[in-house]
């Protein structure tokens, strides 16, 4: 069906920035919003940010004014800035795709995940 992939993180110390990337395969004929959660150890699944096909944008108000999504359509794309790095931002980020296609109803696809340790 689809694929998510994301890619980018890692180990950063606090006040540091890294910059996550997410990408979108497969069966679909249009991406419709495409977001970023993320997930520390007994926490629960956090909205970082969400940005629609159109672009408007919401995030988390824990991350306002430090991060930044953005997306390519043509790529089926979404980036996330982080800046300003706190050991709190420590999570397993996450990327959705909410996919459209001709072979099954609208429905989020996710990717793995990808690590981010904030640490000095």
């Known amino acids: 069906q689809v694929q998510v992939v994301e890619s980018g993180g890692g180990l950063v110390q606090p006040g540091g920035s890294l910059r996550l990337s997410c990408v979108a395969s497969?069966?679909?004929?249009?991406?419709?919003?495409m977001a970023w959660y993320r997930q520390a150890p007994g926490n629960q699944r956090e909205l970082v940010a969400v940005?629609?096909?159109?672009?408007?944008?919401t995030y988390g108000d824990s991350v306002k004014g430090r991060f930044t999504i953005s997306r390519d359509n043509a790529r089926n794309t979404v980036l996330l800035q982080m800046n300003s790095l706190k050991p709190e931002d420590t999570a397993v980020y996450l990327c959705?795709?909410?996919?459209?296609?001709?072979?099954?109803?609208?429905?989020?696809?996710w990717g793995q995940g990808t690590q981010v340790t904030v640490s000095s």
């Open positions: 940005v629609t096909s159109g672009g408007a944008t």
């Open positions: 959705y795709a909410e996919a459209y296609s001709y072979n099954y109803s609208p429905r989020k696809f």
């Open positions: 497969g069966d679909f004929y249009a991406i419709n919003d």
